[in-house]
């Protein structure tokens, strides 16, 4: 059974060798392409009455042209006639879809009885520990045990963290996480062997109980047919690959509710730490300062607030731009939030840029602290703005000013707006008198 489309010299074919398998059997669907490569591995659909194989990597084949060859396997759960329905194949002229294919599956002569390979193989979930704070974070690892032997007789399909979102309840809990994280390695216990199939990083919003629950991995497990003859046992018609699932047993952990605070919003809690960098230590009245407080530590990135700058009058302050990265790190989640603040120093002076306060819930120490960063030197030299702007006569720059002030960040001065229009302008002014300002 043959599907055959010719797409701008490129040619597709989808077909089954076998219209009609048996039971004992495996259904193939194979679809070559001749001409230029798809740019992307095809996904063959789900069937019912047939659970899908691991795909083969495509095979390449030179006969006629260049021929690759994509191959999907099934096996049949029952009898009976079932359609291929047609599915969608992206070529590099668009998108194509395929026709149907009609399939039957019938009894076999002689009905293998496939059983299972006894195995003696758990899942758990392991927590960092019992308990911790609203919005820090606590580790839980899915772990799977296994005797070791000499057959590979079960296999677990990678895990999807956003498949294991949706089966876990996330009322009062984010989750971020890895599958088979490189860093897990193998341990042998007592004959059996234990790894870690997947890291999750939780953080509760509120206090209470909290249990992961309805947690199932998907298995590949092998099955063998004892009733075979020797010249089948040879050919490997013993065995087959059964797919299908393992439950993980629920486990709890408990958020314990931050203490009494005076603060109005919830303070981030974990470990933290701070750093700062200017991006450089001399300047020019009118130059663009850059300072970049940033703050990494184990706790929910999105409790952790802006900090708190002391503001010098004779410098303006835009609103900080904000950037959050994640790191994983160990057994730990790191995150870094990054405040990136942008300041326009008016008068020549030497300036301190602190002090900087970040106030937090510390978990190690179960207690309110803060961290401070007490001096941030920086030189301003050139021109005092203000009075230069008298000298000078640009005052009936102001109205302009306000208005081109609204398309701008907004300062936290007053004076800040026409300050801005004024070095816009300052190039123009000062070609006249016959000097330059930075």
């Known amino acids: ?67 690759i060859h994509y191959v999907q396997s099934y096996y049949p759960l029952r ?4 359609t291929v329905p047609s599915f969608e194949v992206i070529t590099p002229s668009g998108t194509k879809r395929t026709r149907k294919l009609l399939i039957e599956v019938e009894k076999p002569s002689i009905l293998y009885k496939f059983e299972d390979i006894t195995t003696q193989a758990t899942v758990r979930l392991v927590f960092s520990r019992d308990t911790c704070f609203v919005g820090d974070q606590i580790t839980a690892e899915i772990r799977a045990s296994v005797t070791t032997g000499k057959e590979k007789f079960l296999r677990f399909l990678p895990v999807s963290i956003e498949e294991l979102a949706r089966q876990i309840d996330l009322t009062g809990l984010q989750i971020e996480g890895i599958s088979n994280p490189e860093s897990a390695h193998s341990i042998h216990i007592d004959g059996k062997t234990e790894f870690t199939l997947a890291k999750l990083y939780l953080f509760p919003t509120r206090p209470g109980n909290f249990t992961l629950q309805h947690i199932t991995l998907q298995t590949e497990q092998q099955q063998i047919a004892r009733n075979t003859s020797a010249a089948d046992r040879r050919k490997g018609a013993n065995r087959r690959v059964n797919p299908g699932q393992m439950a993980v047993p629920p486990a709890s952990f408990y958020a314990r509710p931050l203490p009494q605070t005076h603060f109005t919003k919830a303070p981030a809690s974990g470990v933290f730490s701070i750093f700062h960098e200017v991006s450089r230590k001399t300047y020019t009245t009118g130059e663009n300062i850059r300072l970049e407080i940033a703050i990494s530590g184990t706790g929910n990135p999105d409790w952790v607030k802006t900090p ?36 326009i120093p008016a008068y020549p002076g030497t300036f301190n840029l602190g002090p900087v306060l970040f106030y937090y819930f510390n978990t190690q120490n179960q207690s309110y602290d803060s961290l401070e960063i007490d001096v941030i030197p920086v030189t301003v030299t050139g021109d005092d703005i203000p009075q230069l702007m008298e ?9 302009r000013a306000f208005e081109v002030a609204k398309t701008q960040p907004v300062p936290s001065r007053a004076y800040a707006p026409w300050l801005v229009l004024v070095f816009l302008t300052f190039s123009g002014v000062f070609m006249v008198s016959g000097r330059r300002f930075y």
């Not at 392409?33 to 390449?60: Q, R």
């Not at 000298?391 to 109205?399: G, I, K, Q, R, T």
């Open 79 to 82: 009898t009976g006639k079932f």
């Open 391 to 399: 000298v000078s006569a640009l005052n009936h720059f102001y109205d």
């Open 308 to 343: 708190v700058i002391h503001e010098n009058e004779k410098l303006i302050y835009f609103e900080p731009h904000i950037y959050t990265s994640r790191e994983f790190v160990d057994s730990a989640l790191v995150s870094r939030k990054q405040f990136v603040y942008e300041i």
């Open 1 to 67: 059974m043959i599907f055959l489309q010719m797409v701008y010299g490129q040619e597709i074919r989808l077909f089954t060798g076998k219209p009609f398998i048996t039971l004992d059997e495996q259904l193939q669907l194979i679809l070559i392409v001749t001409g230029n490569p798809l740019p992307s591995t095809p996904v063959f659909p789900e069937m019912d009455g047939f659970s899908k194989v691991s795909a083969n990597a495509p095979a390449l084949s030179r006969g006629q042209g260049r021929e």
